[in-house]
């Protein structure tokens, strides 16, 4: 696609209940990237795949947190048992390559836990 | 010390003023330095990378010293559509040269 695709763009989660959020990076992209972005902050880092490996989940902030990336495409940002906590948005980013280059987001799924 | 910091702001500024914001990192293996512009509810979307002989794209500007740790932008003629929050970004470098370390933003509103 022309763009990451994130999916659904909002979400609203009764405390306790699971979730799972959708990226579908660009075409070709090999690394992709999480973030969680709270209320009035810079989005922080949450974990890192290049194609189907997940090298990097040092972001993710607690075990119920799980990512996963099987086909080296679309990737699922998992919640287990979501907290209010967890509200925030998520971001999905993917890139050519990595290191000096900026990476494109996608618009993010909003996350509210009631 | 947080990694990156930035200016609080926010900033209110009329049309056409110039605005400069300043950023720190205190990781000196950091390698890589950009400015992303944020509109409101959307997501962050790259403005420029930030070089170390400073590097110019229209009216904005940025400049990176290495020796003190500081990055700025600065925008000229600011125009209405300017506004968005600006956020300083840097990466780890080293082994972790894939992770972004962003600022908290400024937000800056350009008022007619």
């Known amino acids: 696609g022309a763009g990451v695709s994130q999916s659904p763009r909002y979400k609203v989660a009764k405390r306790g209940q699971d979730v799972a959020l959708r990226c579908d990076p660009i075409?070709?992209?090999?690394?992709l990237f999480w973030y969680q972005q709270a209320l009035g902050q810079g989005p922080e880092f949450l974990t890192y795949?290049?194609?189907?490996?997940?090298?990097?989940k040092s972001g993710l902030p607690s075990d119920r947190f799980f990512a996963e990336r099987p086909e080296g495409s679309v990737s699922t940002l998992k919640i287990q048992r979501t907290q209010q906590e967890d509200s925030a948005v998520y971001l999905c980013?993917?890139?050519?390559?990595?290191?000096?280059?900026?990476?494109?987001f996608g618009s993010g799924t909003r996350l509210t836990v009631v | 010390r947080k990694e990156v910091e930035q200016d609080p702001g926010p900033f209110n500024v009329p049309e056409g003023a110039t605005v400069a914001f300043n950023c720190t990192y205190s990781n000196s293996a950091s390698q890589s330095f950009f400015w992303y512009r944020q509109d409101c509810r959307k997501e962050p979307k790259l403005l420029m990378s930030?070089?170390?002989s400073g590097n110019e794209d229209g009216r904005f500007t940025a400049q990176l010293n290495r020796a003190s740790q500081y990055i700025s932008l600065l925008i000229r003629d600011s125009k209405l559509s300017d506004s968005a929050t600006y956020l300083c970004v840097v990466n780890r470098g080293g082994g972790s040269n894939y992770k972004l370390t962003f600022g908290k933003g400024t937000l800056l509103t350009v008022n007619p």
């Open positions: 980013a993917s890139s050519l390559e990595t290191g000096n280059y900026g990476y494109t």
């Open positions: 795949f290049q194609n189907e490996a997940q090298l990097d």
């Open positions: 930030v070089y170390s």
């Open positions: 075409s070709g992209h090999v690394s």
